[in-house]
């Protein structure tokens, strides 16, 4: 394991985990397969897993939203890590076969202060930055334009470089 371990969720959720820290999960965002193997768990990855889930959520947010809508409704997905040294995790053997790196999961209530978030340059505690500012830096600038309405189109999402950053 390293130093850190990662989260991915949605930027619609950051002020709920703020609030409540991570719930275990009583269903899964991606259904299917997952849908059992997901309730009751928090889980996380490490860090050479994080574009991939990065990714699958990405891919979910386009598959239920109109791509111009992602944005508006915060359905953009984002990087949470916390240390990984007290974290008495469970192999989680589908995601790590998913995904690059090791998946773990825990099975009670995961506490916000013990979470950051990535902002699109550094490491925030989670809270002490709003969930709009986040979201933005996840989204591509170059394709997110807004017309004479102000109104969202082509919008792109990318992983900001350097997310694992120190």
């Not at 897993?49 to 947010?61: E, F, N, T």
């Not at 589908?94 to 099975?107: A, F, H, K, L, N």
């Not at 933005?136 to 394709?143: E, L, V």
Request: charged fraction near 30%.
């Amino acid at each position: 394991m390293t130093d850190y371990l990662y989260h991915v969720t949605l930027g619609s959720s950051l002020e709920s985990i703020a609030e409540h820290g991570l719930q275990p999960g009583g269903a899964s965002n991606f259904g299917g397969g997952y849908q059992a193997h997901s309730q009751g768990k928090v889980f996380f990855c490490e860090a050479e897993g994080v574009g991939c889930w990065w990714q699958k959520i990405a891919d979910l947010c386009f598959h239920h939203h109109e791509p111009e809508d992602v944005a508006d409704l915060f359905h953009v997905p984002v990087v949470l890590r916390t240390p990984e040294a007290d974290l008495i995790c469970i192999v989680d053997e589908i995601g790590s076969q998913d995904c690059p790196g090791e998946s773990v999961y825990v099975e009670e209530e995961f506490p916000a202060d013990e979470l950051e978030v990535w902002d699109g340059e550094k490491w925030q505690k989670l809270g002490e930055v709003s969930a709009e500012d986040v979201v933005s830096a996840y989204i591509a600038k170059d394709k997110a334009v807004s017309d004479e309405d102000g109104e969202w189109r082509d919008v792109e999402l990318e992983l900001p470089d350097g997310w694992d950053s120190e």
